[in-house]
T-cell receptor
Framework: NAGVTQTPKFQVLKTGQSMTLQCAQD?????MYWYRQDPGMGLRLIYY???????DKGEVPNGYNVSRLNKREFSLRLESAAPSQTSVYFC???????????FGSGTRLTVV | DAKTTQPPSMDCAEGRAANLPCNHS???????VYWYRQIHSQGPQYIIH???NNETNEMASLIITEDRKSSTLILPHATLRDTAVYYC?????????????FGTGTSLTVIP
């Protein structure tokens, strides 16, 4: 049982490049989430998907897009990467609103 | 969403109980208190949650005051592996779903 799997684990981008962070869960969870964490700070919600076919903005959505491809997969896209997007990105999933989240191990992204 | 206030850091001797406080004075009647921890930049890990009654599981105990304005997470016999950042979160209702908003948490150091 893998839980929440994020790929890649590490990535270096040049300013202006695009990329997609992948997230997949095998727990049949309905809801999925993308967070970013900057040094010395807590996690900030970027986007979430309460159920398959729906997505909504979180606290810091600017510069990102998401796709809930199916129940298992929720991807995060940076169309034109900026140095301010250098961060650690975490994907999470939950069975429903009342349950805790299961997090992936993170993607460490550096934009130069 | 109700805000939470936690001390930025705490120490605890190995083998002793670690008591981590959290204030949430603006909590509303249908909001739960959740606790997560994050060990050395790994993905956050769900610990426990509760509404008004005290809760206990294999990891910790959660004590919520009668007025629900504060709570305490108790790790009964802290080990070195419990060194982590602990987040207290009050989950609120948004327009289209429920999400967790993380603050900066309490950095717990367990001392040998």
């Amino acid at each position: 049982n893998a839980g929440v799997t994020q790929t890649p684990k590490f990535q270096v981008l040049k300013t202006g490049q695009s990329m997609t962070l992948q997230c997949a869960q095998d727990m049949n969870h309905n809801s999925m989430y993308w967070y970013r964490q900057d040094p010395g700070m807590g996690l900030r919600l970027i986007y979430y998907s309460a159920s398959e076919g729906t997505t909504d903005k979180g606290e810091v959505p600017n510069g990102y897009n998401v796709s809930r491809l199916n129940k298992r997969e929720f991807s995060l896209r940076l169309e034109s990467a900026a140095p301010s997007q250098t961060s650690v990105y975490f994907c999470a999933s939950s069975l429903s609103d009342r349950y805790g989240y299961t997090f992936g191990s993170g993607t460490r992204l550096t934009v130069v | 969403d109700a805000k939470t206030t936690q001390p930025p850091s705490m120490d605890c001797a190995e083998g002793r109980a670690a008591n981590l406080p959290c204030n949430h004075s603006t909590i509303s009647g249908n909001e739960y208190v959740y606790w997560y921890r994050q060990i050395h930049s790994q993905g956050p890990q769900y610990i426990i949650h509760g509404l008004k009654n005290n809760e206990t599981n294999e990891m910790a105990s959660l004590i919520i005051t009668e007025d629900r304005k504060s709570s305490t997470l108790i790790l009964p016999h802290a080990t070195l592996r419990d060194t982590a950042v602990y987040y207290c979160i009050v989950r609120g209702q948004q327009n289209t779903g429920n999400q967790f908003y993380f603050g900066t948490g309490t950095s717990l150091t367990v001392i040998p």
